[in-house]
């Protein structure tokens, strides 16, 4: 099933990140490794998969003096240890990305006339991100299972 956006969540050791008006994906990419030898009769170089990257997640919104989930990444970004990190998309979808990250970047208090005060801040995933069946919506289907 297909859903807006709109109910997508992103926390930081269990707590919620609030205010938020996007919330980059999960852009994993993978190396190539050049294998290429001198037998070569084709004249095309040859490659083989080598180590994948999670990519980084990227958080835009309004600044919210009293989010708990913002003043953790503050926290975060100071530490700079890894952080259970989950984006949990709306029930209709169902899934959601699970991975360990460090805060790479953190800024709050972004200012412009006639304009809200910005938060923004990135997550480096460390290790492989996991997409999953969401709590809400395994729930859900047990029940629907139940009931049928």
Known sequence: MKSRSVGTKFTIDGVEVGSLTSIGGVEATSETVDVTDLGNADGYKEFVGGFKDGGEVALDGYMDGDNEGQEKMSEAFEDQEL??????????????????????????????????????????????????????????????????
């Open 83 to 148: 952080h259970d990190c989950a984006i949990i998309f709306p029930n209709a979808i169902g899934k959601t990305w699970n991975f360990k990250g460090i805060v790479t970047k953190h800024h709050a208090g972004g200012a412009e006339v006639s304009g809200a005060l910005k938060f923004a801040s990135s997550v480096k995933i460390s290790g492989k991100p996991k997409l999953a069946a969401s709590t809400a919506a395994a729930a859900q289907t047990t029940g629907q299972n139940q009931e049928g």
